[in-house]
Structure formats: structure tokens, C-alpha cells
């Protein structure tokens, strides 16, 4: 399909455990966005790619938490030593900053629900 | 720092009644400013943008400098006007692109 995909949608993990969420954004689309959503709050910004490099990553919050985007198309956002506290849903959107007006709309995914156990 | 508020996390109405999301916004900067809406089952989608001054099923939004607000307004709700609703500031970076903030969002409930 033509929009933003995100696999596993479930994932279900152990304390300690190592996981890892893909994202396959639009294609064309040079901007890649990771977002963290936890029960009644609004999607919490993580990470930001502008093609291959991180543009921003002051949203994650330690070390545990990377994320990759090598070839500027496919990103991986990879977590660590996972704690209860991670269970989420992790978003992914991707954008366009090209054309006129700027564009500035995020296309979402269906996101990846994490459990840890 | 940038920061996106919208006091009430659920806002109930009866069909036919006007509704309004409020939405308050901190930035020093020049705004860019959207409402996103999650309806049941859905994906996370673009309602509207302040810069186009569209109307998008009914709803507007006006930003407001002064008092630094984005209201969400339509005259009429529509039972399937429900959802999640969440107001987005944009600030764009010198190092290209945008980093996008999210409210905590508000539940709209709208009975027949």
C-alpha cells in the first residue's frame, strides 16, 4: 500500500528482553518521525530523522533507546534492556518538506503495540 | 520551551449542539499549528492546518496570537464527529525538516 507500515503491531516481550519496531515510511518522503503513546496521553515525540541522520533525538529518554535509518527509507527503532515502563504504542509518521505551502502533514502508521512483561 | 495544552480530556455534547476544543500553545517563535483526529480503528490523521484556513468536515480553527490559542469550533456536531483529538504545534529547525509536539488530546463524545 501507499501509506506508512509498521510491523510487529503486537509485540510481546519479557523484562530485560532486546526489541525492535520497523517502520516503512511513504515513499518520497524525506522526513521520519518516531513517537512513544502511552495510555490517555497524546503522542510523545522521540526521534526525528531528515533523511539518513538524526535530526533530532532529544525525545528519547536514556540510552536504552536507538534508532537507525540507513539508507533514508526504512527506520528501526531499537530498545534495549526493556522495562515495563516501555509498554506503549510506538508511532511512526513519516512527511514531505518539499512544496509550497510547507507541507508539515505527518502521516501516521498504524503503530506497533508494546507489552512488557 | 514548546509546549501544547488542551485542558479537558472529554468533552460530552448531544447532536446538534456546538463544540468547541480548546488547545493553548507555548512558543516563542512563529507557530505552526494543526488538529489531528483518531477516530475508533483508525490511524492518527490530519484534520486541519491553521496556514490554509480551511474548513474540514464542518470544523474551524482559528489561531490566536494574542491569547496564544487554536481553538477547535464547528457549529453542529455529529455523532460521527466522535474521537480523539489532539492539537499539534510544528516548529521548524534550521537544520531542515520540523519536529511536530502533541497535546494529551481530548475525547469527544457527541450523543444522539
Known amino acids: 500500500g501507499a501509506g506508512v507500515s509498521q510491523t510487529p503491531s503486537n509485540k510481546v516481550t519479557e523484562k530485560g528482553k532486546y526489541v525492535e519496531l520497523r517502520c516503512d515510511p511513504i515513499?518520497?518522503?524525506?522526513?521520519l518521525y518516531w513517537y512513544r503513546q502511552s495510555l490517555g496521553q497524546g503522542p510523545e515525540f522521540l526521534i526525528y530523522?531528515?533523511?539518513?541522520?538524526?535530526?533530532?533525538d532529544s525525545g528519547l529518554p536514556n540510552d536504552r533507546f536507538f534508532a537507525v535509518r540507513p539508507e533514508g527509507s526504512v527506520s528501526t527503532l531499537k530498545i534495549q534492556r526493556t522495562e515495563r515502563g516501555d509498554s506503549a504504542v510506538y508511532l511512526c509518521?513519516?512527511?514531505?518538506?518539499?512544496?509550497?505551502?510547507?507541507?508539515?502533514?505527518?502521516?501516521f502508521g498504524e503503530g506497533s503495540r508494546l507489552t512488557v512483561l | 520551551a514548546q509546549r501544547v495544552t488542551q485542558p479537558e480530556k472529554l468533552l460530552s455534547v448531544f447532536k446538534g449542539a456546538p463544540v468547541e476544543l480548546k488547545c493553548n500553545y507555548s512558543?516563542?517563535?512563529?507557530?505552526?499549528l494543526f488538529w489531528y483526529v483518531q477516530y475508533s480503528r483508525q490511524r492518527l490523521q490530519l484534520l486541519l492546518r491553521h496556514i490554509s484556513r480551511e474548513s474540514i468536515k464542518g470544523f474551524t480553527a482559528d489561531l490566536n496570537k494574542g491569547e496564544t490559542s487554536f481553538h477547535l469550533k464547528k457549529p453542529f456536531a455529529q455523532e460521527e464527529d466522535s474521537a480523539m483529538y489532539y492539537c499539534?504545534?510544528?516548529?521548524?529547525?534550521?537544520?531542515?525538516?520540523?519536529?511536530?509536539?502533541f497535546g494529551a488530546g481530548t475525547r469527544l463524545f457527541v450523543k444522539a
Open positions: 512558543y516563542s517563535g512563529s507557530p505552526e
Open positions: 509518521a513519516s512527511s514531505s518538506t518539499t512544496g509550497s505551502p510547507w507541507a508539515g502533514e505527518l502521516f
Open positions: 530523522f531528515q533523511g539518513t541522520g538524526a535530526a533530532d
Open positions: 499539534a504545534l510544528s516548529v521548524n529547525r534550521n537544520t531542515g525538516g520540523f519536529k511536530t509536539i
Open positions: 515513499s518520497g518522503h524525506t522526513a
